[in-house]
């Protein structure tokens, strides 16, 4: 780069000046992505991977070939082709939050991302209109507090995205491996027991996880929980990073647990450390990194941070964290913590007092999550003309409309069994909860959804229970219904009947969370789903006549 009108002093400048470049394009080379571009955390795991002398699994290799954030652009041929994607396809298309979910169904099911669950009106109405235009014209709401849209034709995705977007919901990273939508106590800022309003952390979280690349290159997927001390649960210790906030000698933080995933039968663990809430998005990125650093990518079943964990040890990795922050973790011992009242079972769902005086929320009960267009719609207009146009969804598949003034409340409640839903519901009830199931999940034994219903209209039939009872009807060993943690836990399996394969479920008790925290266990395997009910009847009536008083589901 030499030039006949600069002066000898200018070009021995520029000749220094390219020297420096081509020094730092020699250390950003090495195991730095094609073209010169720097190495990114993902790149940097996979090299330290392959340098070990390890295989990356297929996922990891498509990720290596181009960074499926850089593949919209083959999601919309697809669609203007009006064609599906092949299985690795697919795992690219999650990272955009399109899951082609067949052979159960030949469509694409959309799962979005609602920061804590809360969402406004405007939005609800904008997804309605969505899933009625392009959709099954319904929405489920998930465990995660989440929604998702189903039966999306193939040309219908992109747009189904697009339109998600302008209502300000980006459901980037909702599959694939990534960080799945952030669940928080749903009754942030109103509830009169909260320790922390868990707003502004998951709002911060949830922005900080959209814009920085580097957290779209985990091994595996991830979860993050943030219990504010609410009167709702949470189930934030069945989180990869679990939050829940405490008071101590200096003040309030949140008492950092890690590693929960009950679908593997571990809670997450606790690790001794607590944190300030403004630094929380910051131990929580450094966590992400050390995860993305350490955790495996030649084996999926390994992937998840309890295997690092379990691998490293709880101090190791804080350790590790702590290195990568600069800085040493405050630790305070759980004898002196001291928590909010624990969560009320099934407080999520009827009509409760705010801290605000005068206003109320009011929980609604759904059939296992599904809302169909107009009843969608109609909770958005419920919540504008009776509240302040807030819905806020709970892990427990069902929703909260908040800030009714307490002269509204009745007009409410008439509202939304209006809508055929209701605010209250049995014992048996208040606790169902269901995954997908085979209607629309190919890893699905069961007909979880519709099981779910016809055990609890059995039950209401036949028993009436003293005690709030949590049921969970999961599919397959993932447990996106969480089977293990539920009163009764229902895991789908086939069930040989003469030379034939039905539905059914191993039955489970016992598992709990919160101050009930326990992994349930298999009583009876492979039940056949017809004969259900009274084997879940027979459960009930001999707790209901052999227990200690008191005595609940996990102690019997
Ligand atoms: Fe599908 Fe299994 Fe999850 Fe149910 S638990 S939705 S069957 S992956």
């Known amino acids: 780069m030499t030039d006949p009108g600069f002066t000898g002093e200018q070009q021995e400048y520029l000749k220094g000046f390219m020297a420096g470049v081509e020094a730092r394009r020699g250390t950003l080379l090495p195991g730095g992505g094609e073209g010169g571009a720097p190495p990114d955390a993902l790149r940097a795991a996979q090299d330290a991977t392959i340098a070990r002398g390890g295989k990356l699994v297929p996922q990891e290799d498509a990720k ?42 030949d469509a694409f099911m959309c799962r979005l991302r609602i920061p804590g669950g ?53 459901p980037k990273g909702t599959g694939a491996d990534n960080i799945r939508n952030i669940t928080a106590s749903p009754t942030a800022g109103i509830d009169a027991q909260e320790l922390i309003d868990t707003r502004p952390l998951v709002r911060a979280l949830h922005h900080h996880i959209l814009n920085t690349r580097d957290l779209f290159g985990l091994p ?8 504010g001390g609410g009167a709702v649960e949470v189930l934030e210790e069945t989180n990869d990073i679990a939050l829940r906030a405490v008071r101590t000698p200096d003040g309030l933080r949140y008492r950092l647990t890690l590693g929960g995933i009950t679908g593997h039968r571990d809670f997450a663990r606790p690790t001794g450390v607590v944190v300030k809430p403004e630094d929380a998005v910051r131990v929580c990125d450094a966590i992400l990194r050390v995860f993305i650093a350490e955790g ?100 427990w598949q069902n929703l909260i409309v908040s800030d009714v003034p307490d002269s509204a409340v009745a007009e409410a ?20 909860v269901a995954c997908t199931g085979n209607a629309g999940c190919k ?77 349930g266990r298999m009583i009876l395997p492979k039940v056949a789903a017809d004969v259900l009910g009274p084997t879940v009847l027979a459960v009930l009536s001999a707790w209901m006549r052999d227990r200690a008083p008191g005595e609940t589901f996990q102690a019997f």
């Open 296 to 395: 495996d990518r030649t084996d999926r079943k390994t992937a998840r941070l309890k295997y690092v964990l379990d691998r490293l040890g709880v101090d190791r990795f804080i350790a590790l964290v702590e290195q990568r922050l600069g800085i040493a973790l405050e630790r305070i011992e759980d004898a002196a913590l001291d928590h909010a009242p624990p969560p009320a079972k099934h407080g999520h769902m009827g009509i409760h007092a705010q801290k605000q005086d005068g206003l109320n929320y009011v929980g609604i009960v759904t059939p296992v999550g599904r809302l169909a267009f107009a009843q969608l719609q109609g909770i958005a207009a419920l919540a504008r003309r009776f509240g302040s146009g807030t819905i806020r969804l709970t892990v």
């Open 443 to 519: 890893f699905a034994a069961s007909n979880t959804k519709r099981h779910a219903a016809e055990l609890a209209d059995f039950l209401d039939a036949r028993i009436t229970v003293d005690a709030p009872i949590n049921i969970h009807l999961t599919g397959c060993h993932h447990s996106c219904a969480q089977h293990y943690v539920a009163d009764i836990g229902l895991l789908g399996a086939k069930v040989e009947r003469g030379d034939d394969l039905v539905e059914g479920y191993d039955l489970h008790v016992g598992g709990g969370a919160g101050p009930e925290q326990k992994i």
């Open 64 to 105: 290596r070939a181009k960074h499926p954030l850089d593949r919209w652009d083959e999601l919309t041929a697809r669609a203007q082709a009006n064609t599906f994607p092949k299985p690795i396809d697919d795992f690219i298309g999650r990272y955009h939050g399109l899951f082609f979910v067949g052979p159960a169904q």
């Open 118 to 170: 809360i969402l406004s009106a405007h939005q609800l109405d904008g997804i309605a209109e969505i899933a009625r235009d392009c959709a099954g014209a319904y929405a489920d709401i998930t465990t995660r507090a989440n929604l998702q849209l189903r039966e999306i034709p193939a040309a219908k995705g992109i747009e189904v995205v697009a339109r998600l977007a302008e209502l300000g919901i980006i």
């Open 220 to 227: 595996r997927k991830f979860n993050i929980s943030v219990a």
């Open 413 to 432: 409640c008439a509202a939304i069994a209006a809508l055929g839903l209701g605010w209250q519901a049995s014992k048996l009830r208040g606790g169902l």
